[in-house]
């Protein structure tokens, strides 16, 4: 008996040539990034200076860095150094689904923070409040919308699953009621959750991230790549290609990139992301999709999908591939994978056959930071004068706020709830270095595919991984 493909796979579905003429034109500049309304990038670091906090990194997690330390005390004077220009990386071209989790969900939450919970989604919650009314307190237009989101059941096995994770105001959904709503006829169920989920444009928050910290203060350095990292006993000193910043504390918040601190390179492994923008929807073919409200949309398997809506409608949808290059290897010829956008140009299909001849204006991809954990870790080295913030693993847009706040309170010395946190106190189970990291990537990747053809029966491999409390997603 021949088991029936998943709903996604790697099998096409649609016709090739219509999938090539759907990306025929589309640019390879990531959507949000495609804007006249970018702002000019500030003048790289000439010679030397001083400053009580340097951050390295003009990403979220810098940028957060250097805007609450400034909100914890604006006499502080603080020096953040970006490599190119403000946002051009993971912070300008990602989905942008801003979640309240810290955890990546509640099922890896329960799997390594079973004991702290209650604490991380309390933080996470007051996180999340904070964020938005950051925000608002200084005027940035991030295009920040509180809809909530779709979780789609794809497959049989999914849909159990599903229903037992209604939890508060969420709304389940049968295939009867998918019907009466003229969802795709891909959902076997679906819930409908709002708490937790606001959707930004990543760009304009990277620039009005930038703007707020420009007006506190801050000197920002673009075109500023930071080359190494000094100890000098009561202060540090970091070496760019025109000059130094000496500071008395550094937070570093390089993302993915090879870190200054050799010792936690490790942790994080460079994970490509690819993502597709449709042409702008008329109300009739939103309407004849099931899709009238603001909220996004994600599918429950382990390669999983994401899609929103912009500002003027199009559909956004990434995700399912998640690509590791070997090496650890971070070019910019491998933000694009023609393999990749045809695969999510036949899913999209897949799921909106009625919107069959539309066609892609972006497809773009990228580096995320993935950890073992799918989580972020924090930490301090060179006896406290330096914290690292990394692992995001593609849940940073709220999450990078929160670690910035950590790194500042370990670089304060300061005891506090997020400091006690085991995600700032133990690290994930590190990602050996090639030539193993290839093979063993590959071998994992290949069993969440396994798992998710075989009705998410985890095979032996998984198994073992999970138990030493390792996870792959794509």
Known sequence: MTRPLPAYSHV????PAMLRESLRDASTTPFWLDS?????????LEGATTAQLGVVGGGYCGLWTALRAKE???AADVVLLEGRRIGWAASGRNGGFCESSLTHGSENGERHFARELDVLDRLAAENFAELAATLERHGIDAEYEETGVLVAATEPHQ?????????GDDVYLDRAELDARSLPAVYRAAVQKHAGYAYVNPAKLAWGLK???LALGVRVFEGTPALGLHDLDDRVRVSTPAGAVTADRVALATNGFPSLLKRTRLYTVPIYDYVLMTEPLSPAQLAGIGWEGRHGVTDSSRQFHYSRKSADDRILFGGFDAIYHPGRRIRPAQDQREETFEALADHFFT???????IRFTHKWGGMIDMSTKLVAFHGRALGGKAAYSAGYTGLGVAATRFGADTMLDLLSGEDSERTRLSMARRKPVPVPPEPFATPLIELMRRAVVRSDERGGKDGPLLKLADAFGVGFDS
Do not use: H, I, M, N
């Open 72 to 74: 914890r005390d604006p």
């Open 211 to 213: 703007a707020a910290c």
């Open 351 to 357: 799921t909106y056959p009625s919107l069959a001849g």
């Open 159 to 167: 849909v159990e699953g599903l229903r037992a994770s209604v939890a």
């Open 36 to 44: 006249p309304g970018a702002p000019d990038p500030e003048p790289p």
């Open 12 to 15: 096409r579905r649609t016709d």
